[in-house]
């Protein structure tokens, strides 16, 4: 699908380096997805399947990237074939689509592309650590510590009810946890989105079955990207 690739518009991430694909997968970047127009590709793990284990294990990511991700994308491009919508770029694609009944699955397919490729590149082997100190700053001046953070986190990935999303995001100046359902996001809000946690049960159940928050501490403690975050702050 080497047309795509005239189409898109290098991001920031990109320049700079971070999003480069390293696993088998040719083709595009997750960064790359949000510029592309239809038709849309399933962007590259930034990673290696077995590479998040054992907090997230190699078949879970083989389902959750090769089938769950495959179909929002395969989806998204059959919705989209051949309406108004067509040239448009994946995020404004989905801020035009949020809360209108007519377009649900447009936006849902949308927003589920989206949001899992900001999800991949909120995960990174040997992550957590420390933020790097602007974003530590920063979460420090919001939650006092980043403990604290981490653990507002860690709530609302664990108490959210039934499938979806939580994030912390820049809410004006303020960084902020937030919980979304189905497939909504931090953009319909007009927040800048920083990380992801995908709370579907497809993101957890084969490894973790019921506990959600046993996922949730493993994905926080071990797995956050905090250079992905800082790097959204911009
Ligand atoms: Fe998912």
Redesign the pocket.
């Known amino acids: 699908m080497n047309f795509l690739h005239a189409q898109l518009q290098p991001s920031p991430l990109q320049e700079g380096g971070h999003s480069a694909g390293s696993s088998d997968h040719a083709g595009v970047s997750t960064a790359m997805l949000e510029h592309m127009g239809f038709p849309y590709e399933l962007p590259a793990l930034p990673y290696a399947l077995d590479a998040l284990s054992p907090f997230i294990s190699e078949t879970t990511l083989r389902f959750?990237y090769g089938k769950?991700?495959k179909t929002y994308i395969d989806a998204l491009n059959k919705a989209i074939d051949d309406t108004e919508f067509e040239a448009m770029p994946l995020r404004a694609l989905i801020q035009a689509t949020a809360g209108k009944p007519g377009q649900a699955t447009l936006f849902n397919n949308a927003a589920?592309a989206w949001n899992?490729a900001f999800?991949w590149d909120s995960l990174a082997p040997g992550g957590a650590g420390e933020p790097p100190p602007m974003l530590k700053q920063m979460i420090d001046a919001s939650f006092g510590s980043v403990e604290a953070c981490k653990q507002a986190l860690t709530e609302a990935a664990s108490t959210h009810f039934g499938s979806g999303w939580a994030w912390l995001v820049l809410d004006g100046k303020k960084v902020s946890v937030v919980k979304t359902g189905d497939a909504d996001n931090p953009l319909t809000r007009g927040m800048t989105p920083l990380l992801a946690i995908?709370v579907?049960e497809?993101?957890y159940y084969l490894d973790y079955q019921n506990r959600r928050k046993d996922h949730a501490t493993g994905v926080i403690e071990h797995l956050i990207n905090w250079n992905f975050a800082a790097s959204n702050l911009a």
Request: cysteine-free; aromatic content about 20%.
């Open positions: 959750h769950h991700h589920q899992h999800y995908d579907w497809h993101a």
